[in-house]
């Protein structure tokens, strides 16, 4: 299996582990910080003030957008070109994370995975909390500043919100310092309405949601960290929302997001989507995933972090209501999920 993640500090190392468990992730460790309480974060709750529609480089505050500067690198940060680098040089990263209304999310976990060159494994970073205004900053190691690609993997533990993967881009060619002036923007997710219980963990059982959407989980393929099973959520998003990065250039009917992110262990689970876009009886659909942190299809092939990735079909059943997942297009994975008819 390939590598999942490998926490670095400063004098980081090439990847070449391979974590067994969500353990090995500190992302998946509830201890890590206060913050991973969404209660102890009163932005992290959207119904302690109204939203916001806000332009990039702005957070919602009280109601009314508000200009915010994202952090600067330090003197003690290299950030000078590397003139051995065939690619692109990265010496610091900064951001801003914001939920659904634009208000910004305090204590989230931003991190950073990089396709280093020449080697082209996949290195990801310890992450960073984001501040009260949402900002976060990450200094990138000496030994992993020569990137083809940066990917930044955002969340908030043991919240029920998505987790966002956005591809963002390489600094200019003349600067090692990449500033992402679009919000990175966590999603909420709603516990299943009907969840049966945990009984033999490797039956499989529909867990429904509260728009209908269902899912045959078991359990015990259900690779996924806190909670796990227990606590199983999932939102619909418009999916002309803000800070939808990974649909960039590419378009869905319709658009999920589920909690916690997980891998489903050697198979895929039938699903069933309300059709909500009144598609006719028999017409098919493409079936879409966004790649996470371990996100394989049935066949054992991984879909790479923050890759829209278009994986089988599902077919609209007799009486119109559901489409109903062809053996294709079974659910691979927890992360992202959306369809659009073909």
Same mark, same amino acid.
């Given at each position: 299996?390939r ?6 500090a ?15 992730d500190p992302?998946n ?8 309480? &969404?209660?102890?974060?009163?932005n ?8 916001c ?5 702005q957070?919602?505050v ?8 994202l ?6 940060v290299n ?19 914001v ?36 900002t976060?900053?990450?200094?990138i190691?000496d ?27 390489l &600094? ?8 992402i002036?679009?919000?990175?923007v966590?999603?909420?997710?709603v ?5 049966? &219980?945990?009984?033999?963990?490797? #039956?499989?059982r529909?867990?429904?949601?509260e ?6 989980v078991?359990?015990s393929?259900?690779?996924?960290a ?15 929302g803000?800070?939808?990065c990974?649909?960039?250039?590419q378009?869905v009917?319709?658009?999920y #997001?589920f ?8 198979g ?5 989507? &309300? ?16 790649g ?19 994986y ?6 007799? #009486?119109g ?13 927890l992360?992202w ?5 073909q």
């Amino acid at each position: 299996m390939r590598t999942l993640l490998l926490i670095l500090a400063l004098a980081a190392v090439g990847c070449g582990e391979t974590a067994d468990s969500p353990a090995d992730d500190p992302n998946n460790d509830p201890n890590n910080t206060p913050n991973n309480d &969404p209660n102890n974060a009163p932005n992290n709750d959207p119904n302690n003030e109204p939203g916001c529609e806000c332009g990039d480089l702005q957070i919602c505050v009280a109601g009314a957008c508000q200009a915010i500067a994202l952090p600067t690198p330090g003197p003690e940060v290299n950030t000078a070109p590397d003139p051995g680098c065939a690619s692109n040089t990265i010496g610091f990263v900064a951001g801003y994370v914001v939920d659904e209304g634009g208000r910004p999310v305090a204590g989230a976990k931003a991190q950073t995975c990089l396709r280093l060159n020449p080697a082209g494994n996949l290195l990801c970073l310890a992450p960073s909390d984001t501040a009260t205004d949402g900002t976060f900053s990450i200094v990138i190691p000496d030994n992993a500043r020569c990137a083809d690609l940066i990917t930044a993997r955002v969340l908030v533990p043991l919240a029920d919100q998505s987790t966002q993967y956005c591809h963002v881009g390489l &600094p200019p060619d003349d600067s090692a310092v990449l500033t992402i002036s679009e919000p990175i923007v966590l999603y909420p997710t709603v516990r299943a309405t009907t969840l049966p &219980p945990l009984g033999d963990a490797d #039956a499989a059982r529909a867990v429904v949601f509260e728009d209908g959407l269902s899912i045959d989980v078991t359990p015990s393929k259900y690779f996924a960290a806190g909670e796990g099973y227990a606590g199983l959520a999932a939102g619909e998003i418009d999916p002309n929302g803000k800070g939808l990065c990974f649909l960039e250039g590419q378009s869905v009917d319709a658009l999920y #997001a589920f909690s916690p992110e997980g891998d489903v262990l050697n198979g895929a689970f039938p699903i069933r989507v &309300p059709n909500k876009t009144a598609l006719a009886p028999g017409a098919k659909v493409s079936m879409f995933v966004l790649g996470g942190l371990d996100c394989h299809l049935a066949d054992g092939t991984l879909v790479e972090e923050a890759e829209w990735h278009e994986y089988g079909t599902g077919t609209v059943d007799q #009486a119109g209501q559901f489409i109903v997942s062809d053996p294709s297009g079974h659910l691979p994975c927890l992360t992202w999920f959306g369809y659009k008819a073909q």
